[in-house]
Nanobody
């Protein structure tokens, strides 16, 4: 069964950091484009960062530019999202998603596999 599972969320203070992990089973992550999305209460799901099969990253949200970093460990079959200088507006459920199209796309509907999400809460 193909699936991705997120972990690493939690409650942090303004300015702190977190690293989220996306672990894949049943397939190799580097064969897919992996996107991180987030959804705040009452808002639509938005793309954050994505990494394609060539290892190139694409930023989907200007609000996280320079603060969030995406990376991949092929040996562990995991993708990470490092969240730095966190702000209360970064609060939400963070999802990783895999697309067999292999390139980063902003449209969430182009990603076939989704995890259950991990909650990130930033307090001021």
């Amino acid at each position: 069964q193909l699936q991705v599972v997120e972990s690493g969320g939690g409650l942090v203070q303004l300015g702190e950091s977190l690293t989220l992990s996306c672990a894949a089973s049943g397939f190799t992550l580097y064969s897919y484009a992996i996107g991180w999305f987030r959804q705040a209460p009452g808002k639509e799901r938005e793309g954050v960062l994505c990494i394609n099969t060539f290892g190139a990253s694409q930023n989907s949200a200007d609000s996280v530019k320079g603060r969030f970093i995406i990376s991949r460990d092929n040996a562990k079959n995991e993708v990470y999202l490092q969240l730095n200088s966190l702000k209360p507006e970064d609060t939400g459920v963070y999802y990783c998603a895999a697309s067999s199209l292999r390139v980063c796309l902003k449209d969430p509907s182009r990603y076939e596999l989704w995890g259950q999400g991990t909650q990130v809460t930033v307090s001021s």
